[in-house]
């Protein structure tokens, strides 16, 4: 059964007359153990909700418009928080006084189903994904020595990863998974006997391999970098190795390396042959090469377009020959390493687009630098920026909002 915490005001369900007393026993006829049993089975336009009012129980219809959340908030649906301490834990190198929902160290299986995060798994989750048929989730591996892994996570024992994710491929449930790259603790042997171990793995779709990222603010954590251009060629040249076999038992390419590695190395950005069935572009893996396939196109518009550093040189190669500007925005919120443009900072735009002393043309934004709530990492909506820049501010979603 399910408790409510809380019903929106304005939503389907707060049209509906059921009270922060009621409780939920089944949504179109499946009995509710928890919140996501709720999210899993309304995910139509009409529902039945089964519910308990004190000894009466009672049966109801809700609808709501496509698109449109049903309203509630239930008991225990916050997501199980982390507690591994992982050496390179993006969240722990935040800088001080930062919106504090972006601080949830989130480490639960079903909100990997739902959203595509990264869990570290455990014999928990595990039960979970298999009791709900949860498939695909998203595993974050990095390393398959359950000894350096432990290290890596920062717990002080042995973490084994490989026997998890084969309970999970005999019960049928497919997984993605994620390396991040640690130079001197993952790397070399280390990664070479990792995607050995992940390729035995049936129902292993996919292997991200990312760089480490690293912000300013890692007082007091334990000291690492990221690869240098040999190690990020090596990288690649081992992922590159791995594919080749993929390809002869599986006819995918199967791992795929970030497109930083690639900027790292000076290597060229692969064509979109090389990323044939990825779906890990929110990773930051084969967006470069989806953005070089504009590199043809006539763009009639202009305009100055803010990017981060990692992206700025191929979009002028894109854009040559246009009217638009193409402005590189220095990440000072997190630091220079920190290259993508879904981590820059309103107020990095602000101070790039005053440097520059840039034409009085409309500035584009990437909408990956905000969030639900059209806000940055530092809380500054378009409207804020536009006063602060004095430029009419527009939004894209891609490159081709630009032609």
Not at 203 to 220: A, E, K, Q, Y
Not at 305 to 328: D, H, N, W
């Amino acid at each position: 059964m399910l408790r409510i915490r809380s019903i929106h005001p304005g939503s389907p369900a707060s049209r509906t007359g059921l009270k922060k007393t009621d409780i939920l026993v089944a949504c179109n006829g499946e009995i509710l153990d928890d919140w996501f049993d709720f999210v899993y089975n309304a995910n139509g336009t009409l529902i039945t909700i089964k519910y308990k009012r004190g000894i009466q129980t009672r049966n109801m219809t809700i609808r709501r418009i496509p698109g449109i959340e049903w309203g509630f908030e239930f008991e225990g649906q916050a997501p199980r928080i982390c507690r591994r301490k992982c050496i390179f834990c993006f969240i722990d190198q935040l800088p001080p006084g930062i919106r504090p929902s972006l601080l949830v160290k989130d480490d639960d299986i079903r909100y990997s189903f739902l959203h595509g995060t990264y869990v570290t798994l455990d014999r928990n989750d595990v039960s979970i994904a298999i009791k709900k048929n949860l498939s695909s989730v998203h595993v974050s591996v990095h390393v398959s020595d359950p000894v350096q892994r432990g290290r890596l996570l920062g717990t002080g024992r042995d973490e084994p990863i490989i026997p998890l994710l084969e309970t999970l491929s005999n019960a049928g449930i497919s997984v993605e998974t994620q390396i991040v790259i640690v130079p001197e603790w993952n790397n070399g042997m280390f990664l070479e006997r990792t995607l050995r171990d992940l390729l035995r793995i049936p129902s292993v779709t996919s292997v991200g391999v990312v760089p480490v990222g690293i912000t300013l603010f890692r007082n007091g954590l334990q000291d690492i970098r990221r690869p240098t251009a040999a190690e990020a060629a090596e990288i690649i040249h081992q992922c590159d190795n791995w594919r080749r076999k993929a390809m002869r038992t599986r006819g995918t390419p199967w791992v795929y390396p970030a497109d930083e590695l690639f900027s790292i190395s000076g290597k060229d950005i692969p064509d979109p042959a090389y990323y044939k069935e990825c779906t890990l572009r929110e990773n930051g893996i084969g967006l470069l090469s989806d953005l070089l396939e504009y590199e043809s196109r006539d763009f009639s518009g202009r305009g100055v377009i803010c990017t981060g550093t990692l992206a700025a040189p191929f979009m002028k190669r894109v854009l040559a020959g246009s009217e638009y500007q193409i402005l590189a925005v220095n990440n000072t919120f997190f630091g220079p390493e920190v290259g993508v443009s879904g981590l820059l900072a309103g107020n990095d735009i602000v101070k790039s687009v005053r440097a520059e002393n840039v034409s009085s043309d409309p500035v584009f934004l990437p909408r990956s630098m905000f969030n639900h709530d059209m806000l940055t990492l530092d809380d500054l909506s378009p409207v804020d920026i536009a006063q602060l820049t004095g430029h009419e501010i527009k939004i894209a979603c891609g490159v081709e909002d630009l032609i």
